[in-house]
């Protein structure tokens, strides 16, 4: 039913920054909790940044003070800028929304690449 689609993946270099869209194809009025999520080569899925409906934001301390999650809200729209990127960070990132009532969308990825 709803479908999000992210852009903004590619190849940087160390240090250097990206800025990720994510964009719902509908309203959703009853999210719980909305945000970025990364799978690594040969790794498991990790939480990157999230955010609830008041606008209070969370980020997973390996990019904390790296990564800013934002919103555009009559856009439908949400966006993940990374600075300072590293090696590390190279991953799928994907975009996620959870409702209220626990259903979870997830885009079908974005791939970032650091090289070093």
């Known amino acids: 039913q709803v479908q999000l689609v992210e852009s903004g993946g590619g190849l940087v270099q160390a240090g250097g920054s990206l800025r990720l869209t994510c964009v719902a194809s509908q309203k959703i009025f009853s999210i719980k909790v909305m945000g970025w999520h990364r799978q690594a080569p040969g790794k498991e899925r990790e939480w990157v940044a999230v955010?609830?409906?008041?606008?209070?934001?969370g980020y997973a301390d390996s990019v904390k003070g790296r990564f800013t999650l934002s919103r555009d809200n009559p856009k439908n729209t949400m966006y993940l800028q990374m600075n300072s990127l590293k090696s590390e960070d190279t991953a799928v990132y994907y975009c996620?929304?959870?409702?209220?009532?626990?259903?979870?969308?997830w885009g079908k990825g974005t791939l970032v690449t650091v090289s070093s």
């Open positions: 955010v609830i409906s008041s606008g209070t934001t």
């Open positions: 996620n929304i959870r409702t209220t009532s626990d259903e979870d969308f």
